[in-house]
């Protein structure tokens, strides 16, 4: 069976629910893939940030397949041992009060059981909980609730009361690029209208404010420091809750270990995922021990969620990010991709702004510098360019114009450097 044979054989038994990029990926070694014909890539996607050790450690399939020979499935019904050592260390990671740790298959699933946890914590407060707050250009999965919190209508075509949960509100993005006023009014201003937001769109009893602190399918959207200063002392003087979704920015991702970090963030609640187990579908909702002793047994189950493989593979996954510095080398690595990049676009004229931290990078292309009208199409071109070239990079923002730079956090200074070569010639 060669590629094409697969992709025909895919729309035949597979529901078309999303377009693939047309590769069939067989291998992966750190930051390098290659396909069913051989050919290879450098992955600057890491399967949408998930890869961050890089592909086929050999530490994590280790620890996997000693784990699978011992015991691979348990059911929430009983304790296993990788899982109360996985939320131990959860623990000690988290920024600030957060302690409890509910695991979960997924960044969906991750987003969920926050959101039945910030209701929970409602009623046992005597409150209703009716209200949540999202962010316009978000992005926090497409099932139930963290569909309708997503900000992006394309996600919600087709999809009526489903992708619109009763009292979801969206309130307007920190995405700066665009606006008039200096980045750190721009900051402000924007966290003032979750204000207005709450007493004129919700009835005042808000379960939760959720938001991503690097918004990433919208964009690689970094909000201005500001804006976290305003938005948080809304949120206690208004004793609302803050959910920060760290789905695609944690775990060394931005340069620290949970994006929030970059601004002292102590949020109630936190949703992980993807880079938490190295490519094992693992998810989880990090709370505070007043919201987590709001819930009573039976109140949440998983079958699979804690799963001893999963959760000693996601153990021994942070312990790599700790024993390889990979929160340093994202931070050094990004840096020689924010420089590179900057040198590309002062002879380029497509690039409209460069923005991101770590290895979480965005490159927004316009069609000329004045009116910032998106580069739609010269996008795609790129990111096609890339992968005839061997360069696997992702592509995303609201408008579908953002390339989106997300390596492996293993990526050498070596390989680093071939993509921007790459990058340059495709741009
Ligand atoms: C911030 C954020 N939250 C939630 C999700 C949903 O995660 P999953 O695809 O694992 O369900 C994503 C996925 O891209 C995400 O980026």
């Known amino acids: 069976m060669n590629s094409k044979d697969i992709m025909e054989k895919d729309k035949e038994f597979f529901v078309q629910g999303y377009t693939r990029v047309p590769i069939v990926l067989t291998e992966g070694k750190g930051a390098m893939l290659k396909d069913l014909e051989g050919k290879e890539y450098i992955d600057c996607f890491a399967g949408i940030a998930v890869s961050n050790v890089g592909h086929a450690h050999e530490r994590l399939v280790k620890v996997a397949s000693e784990q699978m020979s011992k015991l691979i499935h348990t059911s929430g019904r009983f304790f296993n041992i990788p899982q109360t050592k996985l939320v131990e260390k959860i623990a000690e990671i988290s920024p600030g009060k957060l302690q409890y740790t509910y695991l979960c298959n997924s960044g969906t699933e991750a987003v969920e059981n926050a959101i039945k946890l910030v209701k929970k914590y409602a ?33 919600k075509k087709g999809f009526g009361t489903y992708a619109n949960a009763p009292g979801v509100v969206h309130a307007p993005v920190p995405y700066s690029y665009r606006s008039k006023l200096p980045e750190d009014e721009f900051g402000i201003e924007t966290a003032l209208t979750i204000e207005e937001i709450i007493d004129r769109h919700t009835t005042g009893d808000v379960a939760a404010f959720i938001m991503e602190p690097i918004l990433g399918e919208g964009g690689i959207l970094v909000p201005p420091s500001t804006y976290f200063e305003t938005l948080t002392k809304i949120l206690k003087e208004r004793d609302i809750p803050f959910i920060l979704d760290e789905v695609q920015s944690g775990f060394g991702r931005t340069g620290k270990m949970f994006a929030g970090e970059h601004w002292n963030l102590e949020p109630d609640l936190m949703t992980i995922a993807k880079g938490m187990g190295g490519g094992m579908p693992i998810g989880a909702a990090v709370a505070t021990p007043e919201i987590a002793e709001s819930v009573q047994s039976g109140d949440f189950f998983s079958t699979y969620g804690g799963n001893p493989v999963c959760s000693s593979v996601a153990l021994e996954n942070i312990q790599i990010i700790d024993d390889e510095k990979l929160i340093d080398n994202s931070n050094y690595i990004g840096k020689i991709f924010m420089n590179g990049l900057t040198e590309i676009a002062t002879k380029n004229e497509l690039i409209g702004d460069i923005r991101g931290k770590g290895l979480m990078i965005g490159i927004e292309l316009v069609k000329d510098q004045n009116s910032k009208q998106p580069a739609v199409e010269e996008t795609k071109q790129v990111v096609e360019t890339l992968k005839k070239e061997g360069v696997i990079i992702g592509l995303g923002g609201i408008y579908g114009n953002v390339l989106r730079l997300q390596p492996p956090l293993c990526i050498s200074e070596e390989q680093a450097k071939i993509v921007l070569e790459k990058l340059k010639h495709a741009l």
């Open 123 to 155: 009623s046992s407060r005597g409150k209703t909980g009716a209200g949540l707050i999202s962010l316009e250009c978000s992005f926090h999965g497409r099932l139930g609730y963290s569909l309708s919190l997503t900000g992006q209508a394309k996600y």
